[in-house]
């Protein structure tokens, strides 16, 4: 695994966990690689659990008004 300095522009930002910078981006190995893989799909089911149950809840609001 490489340890390279990076400038502090690149310092980590959130946004990176879906769209990492290219010059960073390009310096990772194949290991790393499929890891942030795994990562963000991880994030992107946890997203869509939340979403699902803010649907279901929003449902039960709706439900005893609309009939």
Do not use: G, T
């Amino acid at each position: 695994m490489h340890n390279y300095q990076l400038p502090k522009e690149l310092a980590f930002k959130r946004e990176w966990i879906f769209d990492p910078p290219p010059e960073l981006y390009a310096q990772f190995e194949f290991r790393d690689l499929a890891r942030l893989s795994v990562i963000q799909l991880k994030a992107q089911q946890a997203v869509m659990k939340i979403q699902e149950d803010a649907i279901k809840e929003a449902i039960e609001v709706y439900s005893c008004y609309i009939k």
